[in-house]
């Protein structure tokens, strides 16, 4: 049975909610906000609406809370419980859950996928440590990945081919936050993203984060890591052609822009302990005009990024590993 109440105004709902979803992304993601000004403004509120849901999910875990793990897993199944609901009836009062739902259904984006980033944010809350890449791209998968897959329904795209390039687009960012958040995760939670297996390999160890010793084995450690995700920038660009146009200037604005992390931890000499790793508002702009200059010049040849010549111990674009998402 549907209850309707004479007092409700779903259309009026919209306006509080709509102004939540685009000050998240405007004040969680500053880069990406500025990369949505690209976009057609009816689009642009859909992207905030999914931005909103993701922000939302990953700050039940991710900001300072005074609960403990079970009862924010219990936050979780409940949060999955309403995501359900919502999406099988059609609505939520929730504000968030109230834009993003319609937004699944306009573009009929998988419930796969923000269920899979539910999934993701709960590994967070069991994990502290990452033995192998493997499982650290697992982890990426879910709480990067899927966001550019739900993204790439909204923009709109020509060839389902593109979307293991929106994964890697994922895995490419969560990398960058990893590498820029080195020192602020192990100092505020206790954490380390980075593979262990791999420590070893440049004789560094998790001392080496803990004491935030910058010795000539940790930049190159650092130094590998960057590499990598840069190697996933380059694979990930190869899939924006493939999108519908008014979304491919948005993507390449976020990939410039997050890759000047990458850029700023390099100017540093990869020191990630010295100073956090962060683009002014200034270099962003630049990034951007550059951005634009070039879409009306021939195509410019792409820039490869490797380790050391010699230095192969790391494999940084792990290719014999297959997309993880099981969207058909």
């Not at 919209?14 to 992304?25: F, N």
């Not at 969560?174 to 954490?191: A, F, P, S, V």
């Not at 050391?308 to 014999?320: E, I, K, L, N, S």
């Amino acid at each position: 049975m549907s209850i309707t109440s004479p007092n409700a105004d779903a259309e009026l709902d919209r306006i509080p909610t709509r102004a939540y979803a685009r000050l998240l992304t405007r004040t969680y993601s500053k880069s990406f906000y500025m990369a949505t000004q690209f976009m057609p403004p009816a689009k642009k509120y859909d992207v905030y609406a999914v931005y909103a849901f993701c922000r939302y999910t990953d700050n039940i875990v991710d900001a300072p809370r005074s609960r403990t793990r079970e009862q924010l897993k219990m936050e979780l199944d409940a949060w999955r419980h309403e995501l359900r609901t919502a999406w099988e009836t059609g609505e939520s009062q929730h504000p968030v859950l109230a834009l993003f739902v319609p937004v699944l259904h306009r573009y009929d984006i998988p419930l796969q996928l923000p269920l899979e980033l539910i999934d993701g944010v709960e590994m967070d809350l069991s994990h502290d440590r990452y033995e192998r890449f493997a499982q650290l791209r697992n982890f990426s998968y879910h709480v990067a990945s899927v966001v550019g897959l739900m993204m790439t329904y909204v923009f709109g795209y020509r060839d389902r081919e593109v979307f293991p390039y929106a994964e890697a687009l994922g895995i490419a960012m969560q990398l960058t936050n990893i590498l820029r958040d080195i020192d602020e995760d192990w100092r505020m939670r206790g954490k380390v993203y980075l593979p262990l297996e791999e420590f070893s390999q440049y004789g560094v160890s998790v001392e080496h984060i803990a004491e935030r010793r910058m010795d000539a084995g940790m930049r190159r450690f650092i130094r590998a890591q960057v590499a990598r995700a840069h190697n996933y920038f380059d694979y990930a660009d190869q899939g924006i052609p493939m999108l519908h146009r008014q979304g491919q200037a948005a993507v390449r604005a976020a990939s410039a822009l997050y890759r000047e992390i990458l850029r700023e931890i390099e100017r540093a000499d990869y020191d990630v302990f010295s100073r956090r790793p962060v683009v002014s508002t200034g270099r962003k702009f630049r990034v951007l005009a550059r951005m634009v200059l070039s879409s009306w010049l021939p195509g410019s040849a792409r820039v490869r990024h490797t380790v050391a010549q010699g230095d192969t111990r790391t494999q940084h674009f792990d290719a014999d590993l297959p997309p993880l998402s099981s969207i058909d």
